[in-house]
């Protein structure tokens, strides 16, 4: 499948984003923009998200060859790889299927674990149960996420997935019946037996997490055995967007050197 793509930057080394689960390229910009200083910056949407192509298959095996056709189809000899949540789960499988390809890998607030879904179910649910039709202003939409979940990331990062029609009517953006029918292939891991890759590798937990847990450290050893795991303080899963700061300068120094 083609992506869409955002890219910035014009150096000699390539970052490549891998956005998470309800994500999309545009949730990285701000950050890119810092990267791009130094690096040739390529940020997809993985398919059923954002401006990429929907499709009924959404698993880990067709985004990871998603992947691999677009670093193909970009002629990119090699890469840094960061991702987030379920990309960062995808960042991890590329690595160990394409080792040769990676130079550095990031992985932000996710672990090689399976994890059991429910909280995204719920979002789901949510997500499904929204009448446009009986909106007319975004400001509503936003009023009637909020007062659902009650967690202001979670209804940003919903409300850059609504896209308004040319009659005037608002819809997802994500392929919302793809992603609830394969939600729990998605937290699942693929296992990929005596595979490792043993090139530099960043793990990073926020504070307020429960996404990298102390049990999950034999497993993070087990397929990357030149990890290092970092926290960043006051951060939830959200890491990225509550301490940009923060993950940029963790980020760019492991990156750099």
């Known amino acids: 499948m083609k ?46 998200h954002g401006q990429t192509m929907h499709s009924d298959v959404f698993t880990y095996e067709a985004m990871l060859a998603d992947i691999e056709e677009f670093v193909e189809d970009l002629e990119l000899p090699s890469v840094n790889i960061l991702g987030h949540s379920m990309g960062g789960k995808l960042a991890m499988q590329f690595a160990l299927r ?3 390809r990676v130079d550095k890998l990031i992985v932000a ?5 399976p994890y059991p879904p ?5 979002i789901l649910e949510t997500m499904k149960s929204i009448d446009f039709s009986a909106f007319d202003t ?10 659902t979940m009650n967690d202001a990331g979670i209804v940003g990062l919903l ?3 609504i896209t308004r029609l040319r009659d005037d009517r608002f819809a997802w953006k994500l392929n919302i019946e793809a992603i609830s029918e394969n939600i729990a292939g998605i937290f699942d891991f693929y296992v990929f037996d005596k ?5 530099p590798t960043l793990f990073i937990k926020g504070s307020l997490s429960d996404f990298v847990k102390d049990d999950h450290l034999p497993a993070i050893q087990q397929y990357f055995s030149n990890y290092r795991l970092e926290t960043i303080e006051n951060a939830t899963h959200w890491l990225h967007a509550e301490q940009p700061d923060a993950f940029f300068e963790l980020t760019y120094d492991f990156l750099k050197k």
């Open 138 to 147: 975004r400001t509503k939409i936003e009023q009637y996420l909020f007062n």
């Open 98 to 100: 394409n080792s040769y």
């Open 195 to 199: 595979r490792v890759f043993k090139k």
């Open 3 to 48: 992506l869409f793509y955002r890219e910035m930057g014009s150096g000699s080394e390539t970052l490549l984003i891998l956005h998470g689960l309800f994500g999309l390229s545009d949730n990285w910009v701000s950050l890119a923009r810092r990267y791009a200083e130094k690096y040739r910056v390529i940020i997809p949407d993985l398919r059923n």
């Open 109 to 113: 607030d996710i672990s090689p674990v």
């Open 118 to 122: 429910t909280r995204h179910v719920d």
């Open 159 to 161: 409300l850059k997935n």
